[in-house]
């Protein structure tokens, strides 16, 4: 997709890129200062929707808080979705400042600590052991509480996804219990008495490719109904994982929404049914549901020419939004989409190279981009912004302060 493609989604009024019904330069002066991240509530409601309109009724919707923990967002989602993810002790608090019951949160991720497990446990939050410590932990907790937890158990599947941007099962991992381990692990939690609800398994994150994400699925849903077998009731929480990525470089297309809502539907139909009747499968989406309605905005404040290239140098930078610069999980660094956003309609001036505030080479937001003229206070809008964005950056780097966040 290429920059104006994304800047359509947020639309325009008299070439300034609009956002929660302001132009740009407006809504920087409403916020008083530059950099800011800024995301647009139509612009979720309308993921939702559509995630809504495409995937089955059977299944249901968790936020990954992971991607966008930002409190004003949390809370806009948490009365569109199903259920909360969350895979910190800060996540969890955040999760229980909103409308979603404890029994429709779960706790993710590893390396729990045994104090977060007993506060999970004291919520009444669904835990998601990874390890057989994990396990120990949430048994003890309980009985210290004096209260039964639920708990689930995240699954590392013998099986790996190609075409994600992070992989996060199959072979070893630090995600999940080995799933040739489970069976064993499962006689032993049934001796102690505890009721595992499910399972969980999330094989990887940005996926584009509709008939990958498919297979996984497929595959997921076979290794979770042999592993219910092993369980003392029948299974109640089927973690489907995600996945779903979004277009970020230019020669990304947009993942094929239909065509997963298809492949999940014969699932639904066919084998979740017939093996578990009793799950209602959830799809747990981050980046999916935030990634596209956020944007990060900084201003130019020199424009330099050095050797031929010309620079623009703004007021933000890698510790804000590191994902733009390359630096978060990339093998190879390729621009983000990026605009100039008030003057969106501009001829092209020339390819220019914006890089941040911070001295260091790798603080590169854009490389030999096309981009209407600009100078000296026009405002850069990087798109994609809305995952992983201020909260995955290295902010105490180089002591600049942390910029406001705006749902708009
Ligand atoms: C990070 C994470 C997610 C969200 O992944 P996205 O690719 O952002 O959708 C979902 N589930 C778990 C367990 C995660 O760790």
Do not use: W
Request: charged share 20%.
């Amino acid at each position: 997709m290429k920059p104006h493609e994304h800047a359509a989604t947020f639309g325009s009024t008299n070439g300034e890129l609009r956002l929660g019904g302001l132009p740009l330069s407006r809504l920087a002066a409403r916020v008083g200062s530059t950099p800011f991240f800024a995301y647009d509530r139509g612009l979720l409601d309308q993921r939702v929707d559509r995630l809504r309109a495409v995937l089955p009724d059977r299944v249901e919707l968790s936020f990954a808080m992971k991607a966008n923990p930002m409190p004003a967002v949390v809370q806009h989602l948490a009365r569109r979705v199903d259920r909360l993810d969350v895979a910190s002790g800060l996540e969890m608090q955040t999760a229980l400042d909103t409308s979603v019951g404890a029994d429709r949160i779960s706790f993710a991720g590893p390396g729990k600590t045994a104090a977060e497990i007993r506060q999970a446990v004291a919520a009444g939050i669904l835990v998601e052991v990874e390890s057989a410590t994990e396990f120990r932990r949430v048994l003890a907790a309980g009985d210290d509480l004096g209260l039964e937890p639920t708990v689930a158990v995240r699954v590392n599947p013998d099986f790996a996804v190609k075409g994600s941007g992070m992989r996060m099962g199959g072979g070893p991992q630090q995600f999940g219990i080995d799933a040739e381990l489970v069976p064993a692990l499962l006689r032993e939690y049934a001796t102690a008495g505890a009721d595992v609800l499910g399972f969980h398994v999330f094989a990887g994150s940005q996926n584009l490719d509709a008939d990958i994400l498919a297979e996984a699925q497929r595959r997921t849903v076979d290794v979770v109904s042999d592993l219910a077998e092993h369980l003392i009731s029948p299974l109640r929480y089927l973690n489907l994982g995600g996945g779903f990525g979004i277009p970020y470089v230019e020669r990304d297309r947009p993942l094929d929404l239909e065509r997963v809502g298809a492949t999940l539907l014969e699932l639904v139909e066919g084998p979740i049914v017939e093996r578990m009747p009793e799950a209602r499968p959830v799809l747990e989406l981050g980046r999916y549901l935030v990634g596209e309605c956020g944007v990060y905005v900084t201003r130019v404040v020199d424009r330099k020419v050095s050797r031929g290239t010309t620079f623009l140098v703004v007021d933000g930078g890698m510790h804000h939004q590191l994902a733009a610069s390359g630096n978060f999980g990339q093998a190879i660094r390729r621009n983000y989409p990026v605009t100039v956003g008030n003057r969106i309609d501009g001829a092209p001036g020339g390819a220019v190279t914006v890089v941040g505030c911070l001295c260091t080479p790798l603080d590169v937001l854009a490389k030999d981009v096309e981009l209407p003229p600009a100078d000296v206070d026009d405002l850069i809008v990087i798109f994609q912004a809305g995952a992983y964005g201020l909260t995955a950056s290295p902010t105490a780097f180089l002591g600049h302060p942390a910029p406001p966040e705006i749902l708009v």
